[in-house]
């Protein structure tokens, strides 16, 4: 089957699309990577998504035109994507949307909310469209999150030691492996989220993030300020847990600003940037972790990386490329596969990394033009095999 998963995380800068021929054979998750394209979202739109965030407060009638309009910018990008990375045509898409909040209350989850209408998506390309793919964990009691722990668990096994796979977003999420035990999975705090908020606002919006992270190689860590920051009672609750926006925005990083003032704007960069590294390391190490397969666009960040490296010496790093899965492009696969699971009948969360009470079939199913012909229900995969 080929399908196209559509991906918007929470620094809701662009929709990554990734297509892929996916099949099971056996007890393998047989992967054909086809390529991915990224488009960014109209300003409008992007301006829209950052006002409804929380702490704003919004009307129905945002929401409801803030539904319509990632609707129509995944259906575009939808479009784009079968037309460069599958000429001859695809399957399915699986779009996650784009996540406007995740209410957590007391370290559960209660409810979770992705917008952008899939309508629109099946409406563009005549495709089935499996959609709101957190939901259903969510009711059986697990976060919702992190969802890519099942690509994860089968791109981990087998490998030496305990290896986990981190993905560097907006927020930082964690799969670990060890040997004879089950997988866990975990937010492990912000990423890119806190750093991107600052420059945003350091810059009065000129720009979004910190190239290269060039400005925090620029300043000093501040001990002060980082020791404020890992107060922060996330870092000290219990696995599988999950967090966003709705925590690490920039009234939340202001507070923190005001009760430990520092005057240079490059040292708030590096002491932010090391935030991430240090969290990250602990929740390694927490879990004996040997080897480190990292993911996302924090990957881009060489200082990020490198301050990652430097508080987990003797665990080796490397990236998700160096095995078969394009960093840029992970999340997207794996909603792609988390999509074309449903559609077989194969439940697609694990228990051990969401905290779910059981397994669930993730998703709602919205039509393409003709009738809905559902696959022969598959084997749950056991193990994960790239083709290039």
Request: net charge negative; with cysteine; hydrophobic share 45%.
């Amino acid at each position: 089957m080929r399908v196209i998963g559509l991906m918007s995380g929470t620094s809701y800068d662009a929709i990554e699309a990734a297509a892929a021929d996916i099949t099971v054979e056996g007890d393998a998750l047989v992967l054909r990577p086809r390529g991915a394209v990224s488009l960014a979202y109209p300003d409008d739109v992007r301006r829209r998504i950052s006002a409804a965030l929380p702490p704003a407060a919004v009307t129905m009638e945002d929401v409801c035109r803030l539904d319509t309009a990632v609707g129509q910018a995944f259906a575009q990008a939808a479009v784009h994507a079968v037309g460069a990375l599958c000429p001859d045509g695809a399957d399915l898409v699986v779009s996650h949307g784009q996540t406007v909040h995740h209410w957590v209350q007391d370290g559960t989850v209660r409810g979770t909310l992705q917008l952008g209408q899939p309508a629109w998506i099946a409406e563009a390309t005549g495709l089935p469209v499996v959609s709101d793919l957190r939901a259903r964990d969510v009711a059986a009691g697990g976060q919702g999150a992190p969802l890519v722990g099942l690509l994860d668990t089968l791109l981990l096994q087998g490998r030496a030691g305990t290896p986990a796979a981190l993905n560097l977003g907006g927020i930082a999420n964690v799969t670990v492996v060890a040997p004879g035990e089950g997988p866990v999975a975990f937010d492990t705090g912000p990423a890119n989220a806190l750093v991107d908020a600052a420059v945003r606002h350091f810059t009065q919006g000129a720009r979004d993030y910190d190239e290269d992270g060039k400005r925090a190689a620029a300043g000093q860590v501040h001990a002060g300020l980082l020791s404020r920051l890992l107060e922060d009672p996330y870092y000290r609750r219990a696995a599988p847990k999950s967090t966003g926006k709705e925590l690490f925005h920039l009234p939340y990083l202001l507070d923190v600003l005001a009760a430990e003032p520092v005057i240079d704007q490059d040292d708030v960069l590096a002491t932010l940037t090391r935030l991430t590294a240090v969290t990250v390391a602990d929740a390694c190490r927490a879990y004996n972790v040997t080897e480190l397969i990292m993911s996302g666009g924090g990957v881009r960040n060489p200082v990020m990386t490198a301050m990652i490296g430097e508080e987990l010496p003797g665990v080796h790093l490397l990236v998700s490329d160096d095995l078969g899965v394009p960093s840029d492009a992970k999340e997207a696969l794996a909603f792609a596969v988390l999509g074309f699971l449903t559609v077989h009948g194969v439940r697609g969360a694990l228990p051990s990394t969401t905290g779910a009470r059981h397994e669930s079939i993730l998703g709602n199913i919205t039509p393409g033009r003709g009738p809905l012909s559902l696959p022969a229900v598959a084997d749950t995969p056991r193990r994960l095999r790239i083709v290039s």
